[in-house]
Nanobody
Framework: QVQLVESGGGVVQAGGSLRLSCAAS????????MGWFRQTPGKEREFVTA???????YYADSVKGRFTISRDNAKNTVYLQADSLKPEDTAVYYC?????????????????WGQGTQVTVSS
């Protein structure tokens, strides 16, 4: 079993930055595909970005050029650097892991999820 714990959320003004962390425990995640998703009330959870074990990355069009995903296998941790934040980025951000190593935009691809961290961007 893999346990994921997100941290780093908070309140930031538009144009600001946040760095989210996802610390994994229970197993080494170096071969796992790791993803970040976000969700707002009344909406489905949506894909933000993902990274494979070989560090190939994928981004939603809405965050491309502003967000960067990275991983530190020595720390068993994945990061999301979110820059140039906009009010529409406000959401609960979830970290997810796929043991298959396959990175997709689909929620169902990921078998492990964190509890989420709130990001609020004020205008």
């Amino acid at each position: 079993q893999v346990q994921l714990v997100e941290s780093g959320g908070g309140v930031v003004q538009a144009g600001g930055s946040l760095r989210l962390s996802c610390a994994a425990s229970g197993r080494t995640i170096s071969s796992y595909a790791m993803g970040w998703f976000r969700q707002t009330p009344g909406k489905e959870r949506e894909f933000v970005t993902a990274i494979r074990g070989d560090s190939r990355t994928y981004y939603a069009d809405s965050v491309k050029g502003r967000f960067t995903i990275s991983r530190d296998n020595a720390k068993n941790t994945v990061y999301l650097q979110a820059d140039s934040l906009k009010p529409e980025d406000t959401a609960v951000y979830y970290c997810a892991a796929a043991r298959s190593g396959i990175a997709t935009t689909s929620v169902s691809n990921y078998g492990y999820w964190g509890q989420g961290t709130q990001v609020t961007v004020s205008s």
